[in-house]
């Protein structure tokens, strides 16, 4: 049975820091496309962060860069999303999502990608 299990959501001062992990049980993540999405509320899916299963490259959409970042432990089966310098517009259910057939990276931060979904972790960045 695929599981994709999130934690390390809370509730954090802006500028602060959090660090995101999915374990994945049922799959080896090192052969997926791994992508975090966030959903703030009355807002759609975005695609956040995602590393490839094929090279290992990391992409970031343009609110995140230079903040956050995405890496991957084999050994652990888990993948994290490192979140610094947090800003109220971060605000949102976080998600990690899994996908083992290989797409376009032009699609990487599209959830109708993934067929593998765990059921979030809250972030809240409020003073």
């Known amino acids: 049975q695929l599981q994709l299990v999130e934690s390390g959501g809370g509730l954090v001062q802006p500028g602060g820091s959090l660090r995101l992990s999915c374990v994945a049980s049922?799959?080896?993540?090192?052969?997926?496309?791994i992508g975090w999405f966030r959903q703030a509320p009355g807002k759609e899916r975005e695609g956040v962060s995602s590393i490839s299963s094929s090279d290992g490259s990391t992409y970031y959409t343009d609110s995140v860069k230079g903040r956050f970042t995405i890496s991957r432990d084999n050994a652990k089966n888990t993948v994290y999303l490192q979140m610094n310098n947090l800003k109220p517009e971060d605000t949102a259910v976080y998600y990690c999502a899994a996908e083992f057939r290989r797409f376009s990276r032009d699609w990487y931060f599209d959830p109708r990608e993934y067929d593998n979904w765990g059921r979030g972790t809250q972030v809240t960045v409020s003073s």
């Open positions: 049922g799959l080896s993540l090192d052969m997926y496309t």
